[in-house]
C-alpha cells in the first residue's frame, strides 16, 4: 500500500506508550543490582553497566532504561539518548533475532526518533508500520504477553485520534481492537500502573466526552494499583493528575492535559 499523508504522524505516542509496559523481569532476569537501578529511577547507570556487558539481554535492557529516563522526564526525549537505545536494541537483535524485549524496545526507540522528524519524513520511514509488527510478532511467540497488548490497545485508540476514520481504516485500526487488547493485557496483569495509565490517557486525548466513563474507571485501576518501580509511580502520579482534573469537571482541561502526557 502507498503511503498517504493522512496516516502520517499517527504513531509516535502509540509507540511510546510502550515504555510503561516493558517488563523488568524479562528486560535482565539475572542481575539483581541493574534490576535495583532500574526500579530506583537510576536509569543512565544502569544502562552504562548493561552496554559494558552487552548479552542481547544487557542490550536489550540497556536501550529500556534509557528509554526510560527519556519517557519519565518533564521536557522532550534527549535525541542522543534516543539514538543510543535505537542502536542497543538493534544490536540485541543481531545476537538474538527473536529477542522480545529487544523487539519491544526497537519500537519504542523507532517511536521516540520520529518525534523531532517532519510527519511525513516520519511516515515513509515505515516506523509506525514497523513499531505495530514488531509487537504483533512478540504476541505470535508469546500471546501472554500483556506488554504487547497493552502496546497494541494504545495504537489502535492513537491511529483513531490521529487519523480519524479513514486512517483508522487504511491501518486496520479500531476501537473494538484496542478494547479487546486492553481486556487482555488487564486480564493478565491487572495491578500493572502502566496498563491502566495509557491506555485511559489514549481514550481521554481521543475523545473524553464520549469516553468519560470509562476514561474515569480505567484511571481509577492504575490509582489503586501498587506502583511496583520508578517508572510506574511517575505512570500513577500522571494517573492522579488526570483524574484529578475529571473530578474537577473542566473536561476541555482534562483533554488537553491527556494530549500533553505521556
Same mark, same amino acid.
Given at each position: ?75 522532550? !526525549? *534527549?535525541?542522543?539518548? +534516543? ?5 542497543? &536494541?538493534? @544490536? %540485541? $537483535? ?95 496483569? !491487572? *495491578?500493572?500502573?502502566? +496498563? ?5 490517557? &489514549?481514550? @481521554? %486525548? $481521543? ?56
Amino acid at each position: 500500500m502507498r503511503r498517504s499523508g493522512v496516516a502520517s504522524g499517527l504513531f509516535p505516542a502509540a509507540l511510546a506508550a510502550l515504555i510503561a509496559f516493558a517488563p523488568i523481569a524479562s528486560a535482565h532476569p539475572t542481575s539483581a543490582e541493574l534490576a535495583g537501578k532500574f526500579a530506583r529511577g537510576e536509569y543512565l547507570a544502569a544502562a552504562s553497566t548493561a552496554e559494558t556487558a552487552a548479552s542481547a539481554d544487557d542490550l536489550a535492557f540497556a536501550a529500556r532504561a534509557l528509554l526510560a529516563q527519556c519517557m519519565t522526564g518533564n521536557s522532550e !526525549p *534527549d535525541p542522543d539518548l +534516543v539514538n543510543r537505545a535505537l542502536k542497543d &536494541a538493534e @544490536a %540485541a $537483535l543481531k545476537i538474538d533475532p527473536g529477542h522480545e524485549e529487544g523487539r519491544l524496545q526497537l519500537a519504542i526507540a523507532l517511536s521516540l526518533k520520529s518525534r523531532t522528524m517532519d510527519a511525513m519524513a516520519a511516515w515513509s520511514a515505515g516506523y509506525g508500520e514497523k513499531g505495530k509488527k514488531l509487537a504483533e510478532g512478540v504476541l505470535k511467540s508469546d500471546p501472554r504477553n500483556f506488554y504487547a497488548h497493552g502496546f497494541l490497545a494504545v495504537w489502535n485508540v492513537e491511529v483513531e485520534r490521529r487519523g480519524g476514520g479513514m486512517g483508522a481504516w487504511m491501518l486496520g485500526a479500531s476501537l473494538d481492537a484496542a478494547r479487546k487488547h486492553y481486556d487482555s493485557a488487564r486480564l493478565l496483569a !491487572p *495491578d500493572d500502573v502502566g +496498563v491502566h495509565w495509557q491506555y485511559a490517557r &489514549a481514550l @481521554a %486525548a $481521543l475523545d473524553l466526552n464520549r469516553h468519560w466513563n470509562e476514561v474515569s474507571t480505567v484511571l481509577s485501576r492504575a490509582v489503586a494499583a501498587v506502583a511496583a518501580d520508578h517508572v510506574e509511580q511517575v505512570m500513577q502520579a500522571r494517573a492522579e493528575h488526570l483524574l484529578g482534573a475529571l473530578q474537577a469537571g473542566d473536561r476541555d482541561a482534562a483533554q488537553k492535559l491527556a494530549r500533553e502526557l505521556l
